[in-house]
């Protein structure tokens, strides 16, 4: 785009005067430009622990990075001082051997709302972390460029946690305990503790017992609903109907000093009697490979091998089936899924082994059904395809080799295709990280970040990544794109432990 600059410059003055929807057009004018490209500014091997939710934690969290570059056009990390911060707060270890952080949850309020004392300013905003501890604690910390601060803990008690979700209806979160918690009582199977984020409160603590749900192999809190699992189905429950009809006692501020407080254990006030009203129940649900909430009226979409059905959470009933083009004998555990796209559209997302579908439910009035219509496509070149027979042994992410299955007439796929994707919500941009096949020279495979317009699925550019194609193809990877940055995560397994290669992409200056 050789008139790049003169667009931007133009977009600036309307966005004085049409704001956010203009900004946007200005980024959107960056990717596009000829003169602007993206590259590597970090790359680097990784024995240590690396997350990503929005902002990059290395080695354990002891550092993170939060967007800014130096002068050599490098990430510049900031130190948490983690360790500090904790033993300045007087928290005692001794009885963990390693102490670590398992999970967090990054969340980003006006700061009127946390109400917490800080004597922040009105209107600004400002950004917390949730992290969940490997001593039982849940601490709450603010994000500053000296360092996290930590504001307020709780105690969980003895139990093992090991997971946390955002629930963002409620503007909560929710912690769940491993199976089994306590091994005096053999009735409860797990529970889950909900906390208030604005401001950071306890809330409940959810039991799943066997007398209630009956016996039950998992269970898990999405989109304000609780889901049980019992080998052959799956139960989904009200959240809210549960806490208005079954919470006995919500600690009130007085309670609040001695709630939390070490060796304090969290208060089950949520009482169960009987099972709840069941909003519905999946059947057959052991060749199920996931599934997902949306749309309007909301409707679940749950994923099998070679087909998706969709059914209506007001009746329970399916509604639709969306059938996956089957041209080869795939194995892979993370292929050919559906689910609800990230932008909350409504559409659907149809990952397959060498496409990506993007699909509208529609309500054909006259047939007087619900289908299924293509809003755009994109397509994938793929390998040179074997026989079953000949076929190289592969292996599954964790090391183990697959077995052979010969099925005559039918071909395999010796490797996945698309790998990762992700969604920029303020540029309504998709990521997708994929393998891109040459027919007529395998050394000319590359893996390649593509980002495409989320309306229609046009590609905007593509970044070749460096690491050549490996024959098995088993690194696990992981692509996130969020205001132009590109950070792409490459696992690999070597012996008993996996080490990752971690890889920034900013969008350069202009090359004079």
Avoid at 34 to 51: D, I
Avoid at 256 to 272: A, K, M, T, W
Avoid at 493 to 511: A, P
């Amino acid at each position: 785009m050789a008139g790049g600059g003169d667009d931007v410059t133009r977009l600036l003055f309307q966005r004085q005067t049409f704001g956010k929807k203009v900004e946007r057009k200005i980024c959107k004018c960056l990717l596009q430009s000829n003169n602007r490209e993206y590259k590597c500014s970090w790359r680097k091997k990784l024995n240590s622990s690396f997350r990503y939710n929005g902002q990059m934690y290395l080695d354990h969290f002891s550092r993170f990075f939060q967007g800014c570059f130096n002068e050599k056009g490098e990430p510049h990390f900031l130190d948490t001082k983690i360790e500090e911060t904790n033993r300045m707060n007087g928290i005692d270890r001794s009885h963990i051997d390693r102490w670590r952080i398992e999970h967090t949850l990054l969340f980003e309020t006006n700061c009127a709302e946390l109400n917490d004392g800080q004597g922040l300013k009105k209107g600004a905003y400002e950004r917390r972390l949730f992290a969940l501890c490997s001593d039982s604690f849940v601490n709450e910390y603010a994000l500053k460029p000296t360092g996290w601060t930590l504001l307020k803990r709780f105690y969980l008690g003895s139990s093992t946690f090991k997971h946390m979700n955002y629930e963002t209806p409620l503007a909560r979160f929710v912690v769940r305990t491993k199976k089994k918690p306590r091994q005096n009582d053999r009735d409860l199977v797990m529970f889950f503790v909900i906390f208030t984020m604005t401001p950071f409160r306890f809330h409940s603590v959810l039991p799943i017992n066997e007398s209630v749900f009956g016996k039950v192999q998992d269970a898990f809190v999405i989109n304000n609903m609780v889901i049980v699992y019992s080998g052959k189905t799956y139960s989904i429950y009200d959240l809210n109907e549960i806490l208005s009809s079954s919470l006995t006692d919500e600690p009130d501020q007085s309670q609040h000093r001695r709630i939390g407080e070490y060796p304090s254990e969290l208060p089950f006030n949520v009482d169960l009697k009987k099972r709840p009203v069941m909003l519905f129940q999946l059947e057959s649900c052991k060749d199920i490979r996931g599934f997902t909430f949306g749309g309007y009226p909301w409707y679940c979409l749950a994923s099998f091998r070679g087909h998706s059905q969709l059914l209506d959470l007001r009746t329970g009933v399916k509604v639709a089936t969306l059938r996956h083009d089957r041209n080869a004998n795939v194995t892979l555990d993370d292929e050919k899924k559906a689910y609800f796209h990230l932008d909350c559209s409504g559409r659907v997302l149809s990952v397959e082994y060498d496409q990506i579908k993007c699909l509208k439910i529609v309500d054909n009035s006259k047939r007087q059904s619900i289908e299924f219509k293509t809003c755009f496509t994109i397509n994938y070149s793929t390998p040179q395809m074997t026989q079953n027979e000949n076929a190289p042994p592969r292996y599954s992410r964790s090391g183990r080799a697959y077995k052979k299955v010969i099925i005559p007439q039918e071909q395999a796929l010796p490797s996945e295709i698309v790998h990762s994707l992700d969604y920029d919500r303020e540029l309504d941009i998709l990521a997708v990280l994929y393998t891109r096949y040459v027919a007529s020279d395998v050394e000319s495979n590359k893996y390649v970040i593509s980002l495409y317009e989320n309306q229609t699925g046009r590609e905007i550019r593509n970044i070749v990544l460096p690491p050549s194609v490996s024959d098995s193809d088993a690194y696990d990877w992981s692509v996130f794109f969020e205001d132009m940055l590109l950070v792409c995560c490459m696992g690999e397994i070597g012996g008993n432990r996996q080490t990752n290669t971690v890889f920034v992409y900013s969008l350069q200056e202009e090359v004079q």
